[in-house]
């Protein structure tokens, strides 16, 4: 079944508007929901966070008085759909279990679009990124477990595994090395810049999570361990966002975003387990469908070009969240030991690494290293959850 989102009706952007009773979502069943619906709530409040500060970007930058109306009366609906959106979560959760569920996100929304990149450049980035936060899931079940004395296959359930991925400590490099090449937008595949712009939204959403969460907990391990791996997702936001291609115009760039939002509210509408959630992404996504079709507009009168030179004919297969555990067992076994040089991948320690990693350490063990040795002393083990054998790397096994 094709659909091609500029040939679709959407709802007028002036019926679009919902008051208190409409905008107030019955939350998902704490104890009972589908962990992928929860993660496919969150990456669409990534998206929709995006959508907000993208818009002001942009109207920041725009001397027009009538354009500027017109992104802010898109703007607010944006910012009514991300209320939906995000209000979905039924609000029982702690700090660290949303944490735990951002990082389930990070982890099987990045593999998928690793296995679907058909640009070996990308793809490389999304393989060498899937393997930090992988670490992080690790790392922050720990703390849940020291702290929370609870298990992460709670929240995870059995669909992602948890155990050690390239260790924490290790992604903290010199921030001239997170600086990837983009992608060229007049060669790119559509596909490519939807990933790009979908994996970005969710790591910066991660970093701005952790950025304001962090300093919510009194135990010094867990202060200590957001500050590192906030940083980290810092590193992470600069690594992804530099895969777009910073040629686009500013039209060009409304156009991808909303395009790459009916994308994601099609492909959830799609894949959804749970009913009363898959109404919204399709009330979203014919909402969408409007506000696609006045970027279209404006891209047509401000660059001159018709929307169908840049893309996609029809939508790409649907973003899918699954387990992707033989995937990410492959990639441990293979690129564990890669850190970055320039906009490329390397395997050793250079010595802008060492330097950095020197300058952060100060001569003692990171909070990542710290939090596995205390949990250990607490709980008499670490925390893992290995549902496909042991670790591949052997010197990495629980039980060495
Ligand atoms: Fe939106
Ligand atoms: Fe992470
Ligand atoms: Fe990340
Ligand atoms: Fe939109």
New binding site residues.
């Given amino acids: 079944m094709t659909f091609n989102p500029l040939q679709e009706r959407g709802i007028p952007l002036d019926k679009q508007l919902r008051n208190w009773r409409e905008l107030n979502v019955t939350p998902t069943d704490p104890d009972h929901a589908d962990p992928y619906t929860r993660c496919r709530i969150i990456t669409m409040n990534g998206i929709e966070v995006e959508a907000i500060m993208f818009n002001h970007h942009l109207a920041r930058h725009c001397p027009d008085t009538d354009l500027k109306q017109h992104l802010a009366r898109v703007r607010y609906i944006e910012a009514q759909q991300q209320k939906a959106v995000n209000w979905l979560l039924p609000g029982l959760a702690s700090v660290l279990e949303t944490t735990i569920a951002y990082?389930q996100v990070?982890v099987d929304l990045?593999a998928w679009v690793a296995r679907m990149e058909p640009d070996p450049y990308l793809q490389q980035a999304y393989q060498f990124?899937v393997l930090?936060?992988f670490d992080?899931l690790y790392r922050y079940s720990n703390l849940y477990e020291m702290i929370e004395h609870r298990k992460a296959e709670k929240i995870v359930d059995q669909l992602t595994e948890i155990m050690p991925g390239r260790p924490t400590y290790l992604h903290h490099r010199n921030p001239v090395d997170n600086v990837r090449e983009p992608y060229d937008k007049t060669t790119a595949a559509p596909i490519s810049k939807l990933h790009a712009l979908t994996i970005m939204s969710?790591?910066q959403q991660?970093?701005n999570f952790y950025m304001n969460v962090g300093p919510l907990y009194m135990e010094p391990i867990a202060r200590q361990l957001y500050q590192e791996?906030g940083l980290?997702?810092e590193?992470?936001?600069t690594h992804y966002e530099s895969l777009v291609d910073p040629g686009e115009s500013w039209w060009e760039m409304l156009l991808n975003h909303e395009y790459n939002e009916c994308y994601l509210y099609h492909s959830f509408m799609e894949t959804e387990s749970d009913p009363k959630v898959k109404n919204i992404w399709e009330l979203h996504l014919n909402m969408e469908l409007e506000h696609l079709r006045l970027a279209a507009e404006l891209f047509k009168r401000h660059d001159g070009r018709d929307p169908e030179q840049v893309l996609a004919p029809e939508l790409p297969v649907p973003v899918t969240f699954e387990p992707n555990k033989a995937y990410l067992r492959e990639l441990l076994s293979t690129q564990i030991d890669y850190t970055t040089l320039g906009t490329g991948y390397v395997q050793e320690a250079h010595e802008r690494f060492e330097q950095m990693q020197q300058a952060l350490m100060g001569g003692e063990k990171a909070p990542s290293e710290r939090v596995i040795e205390d949990n250990r002393a607490v709980s008499g083990h670490e925390y893992r959850l290995q549902t496909d054998g042991e670790h591949p790397i052997t010197s990495l096994a629980a039980d060495r």
């Fill in positions: 990082e990070a990045t990124g930090e936060d992080h969710a790591e991660t970093m791996i980290i997702e590193e992470h936001v």
